[in-house]
């Protein structure tokens, strides 16, 4: 007659006093085995809610990577861009003509003198 396995609920036949506790941290990768590149770490942080909303949406088209990883990406990008953050801004025609407009819209009128 079997009987029921109080930790599984089944009639399996599985013993869960024949498994072999492993001791705790044994199954964390050694010192030197994993580069900074490749580890992901656990961290709490605060952005805009339209860029939280942005990659969401975007994870959320097909084949898209998940938002998270996406994020990543965009700040791995800046991270290993040699240049100064920003400094690709300062280069781009379209930005320049962009921020050059909303300057002439905000800056008041200049009066022509006689």
Do not use: C, H, W
């Not at 580890?39 to 709490?44: C, L």
């Not at 339209?50 to 998270?68: C, H, I, M, S």
């Not at 791995?76 to 407009?101: C, H, K, P, W």
């Amino acid at each position: 007659m079997k009987t029921r396995n109080k930790t599984t609920g089944s009639t399996s036949g599985f013993d869960a006093k024949k498994l072999r506790r492993l001791p705790r941290g044994s199954f964390l990768a050694k010192r030197g085995e994993t580069q900074a590149s490749n580890t992901k770490v656990r961290i709490s942080i605060l952005v805009d809610l339209d860029v939280l909303n942005f990659f969401k949406e975007r994870a959320t088209q097909p084949g898209a990577l998940p938002y998270q990883t996406q994020m990543n990406i965009v700040l791995r990008r800046e991270m290993e861009d040699d240049e100064e953050v920003g400094a690709s801004l300062a280069r781009d025609e379209r930005f320049i003509q962009t921020v050059a407009q909303r300057v002439s819209e905000l800056s008041p009128k200049r009066r022509k003198t006689a």
